[in-house]
């Protein structure tokens, strides 16, 4: 699904980049600089409550990381996490404990911990990030208040989102580039929550994998003036529908081609679209997929 047959060289090294930053996680906890060591004043909790971003340098890359601190209802203090260019949101602290001037936060659920201190008139959180033996620096300051969302989602067609089968059409048809133009991605970032996944599953040297990116962080890693150039097509020859209530689950069959080597496919799998409806719209919130391999055949009640 979503250009990984023809460009499999350039995908398979984005993905592999990408499958190591996420096994190796973005987020943080070590020792601390010589400046955490000063003196603590008597900051009041209240002073690290609100939105917090920085950006951690690591393998070359920059990643954005976005903390929100709220007081819970019995007065304590939680806190989430986003990592908004690897599309997660919502992960939640275990723990959040503050001594004076300093903060630690931690996500036992990414195996990750942050310790920062509040420094320039509070403007700040100088801190470290550490996760698997690793720690990264990372200063935190106050975004703008649309710091972890994804840019501006663009408008659906109502055709597309009318019901279950028309938004799966719609996908298709939005990435298939048979007359040589390139995909339309504004329709396909339509047709998904902000915080939808797509997540390619297979093998690697036998064992294996999966992989979670968002809509942009995936359409990042494809090669689309190449695949326009070749006239890429991705087309739905078998479908199972289950549906209940507000859910809908597509079982969907494909075969890919390139128009400019031929007509014959050179790949099929199998993409799973989990959808749901809002009351007014279908919407897909995650897409996995699974590609046909030599020791793995599509079942024949999954074929034409």
């Known amino acids: 699904m979503f250009f990984s ?11 592999h980049i990408a499958l190591t930053v996420v096994m190796t996680g973005l987020i943080i906890a070590v020792l601390f600089p010589d400046d955490m060591q000063a003196q603590k004043s008597d900051h009041s909790r209240e002073a690290f409550i609100g939105t917090w971003s920085g950006v951690l340098k690591a393998g070359g890359e920059e990643l954005r990381a976005v903390f929100h601190i709220e007081r819970a209802e019995d007065s304590a203090l939680t806190a989430s996490m986003d990592s ?4 997660a949101t919502g992960i939640s602290a275990s723990r959040v404990s503050v001594d004076g001037d300093s903060l630690t936060l931690e996500f036992e659920s990414v195996d990750g911990r942050f ?7 509070d403007t700040t959180i100088k801190g470290m990030w550490t ?17 972890s969302l994804p840019s501006q989602q663009p408008e659906a067609n109502p055709a597309d989102v009318k019901s279950p089968e028309a938004i799966v059409t719609a996908a298709y048809e939005s990435i298939s580039m048979a007359d040589g133009k390139k995909p339309d991605l ?8 902000p915080e939808a996944r797509l997540i390619p599953t297979g093998r690697n040297n036998g064992v294996p994998v999966k992989n979670f990116f968002s809509v942009e962080n995936y359409l990042e890693g494809a090669n689309i003036e190449e695949l326009s150039k070749k006239r890429f097509v991705e087309y739905e020859i078998h479908s199972v529908m289950e549906r209940f209530g507000d859910m809908a689950h597509v079982f969907s069959t494909y075969e890919s081609a390139v128009k400019a080597e031929g007509p014959e496919p050179i790949g099929r799998g199998i993409n799973s679209f989990q959808l ?10 995650n897409l996995m997929w699974h590609e046909e391999r030599g020791d793995l055949s599509i ?3 999954y074929e034409k």
């Open 5 to 15: 047959n023809n460009v499999k060289d350039h995908f398979h090294r984005y993905f």
């Open 84 to 87: 908004p260019d690897e599309g």
């Open 115 to 121: 310790e920062g201190v509040l420094a320039a008139a």
């Open 131 to 147: 996760k698997n033996g690793r720690s990264w620096p990372i200063t935190l300051s106050p975004p703008g208040a649309q710091a």
């Open 186 to 193: 504004d329709r396909l970032r339509s047709l998904f929550l």
């Open 276 to 285: 749901w409806y809002d009351g007014k719209r279908w919407w897909i919130v």
């Open 299 to 301: 079942p024949d009640r």
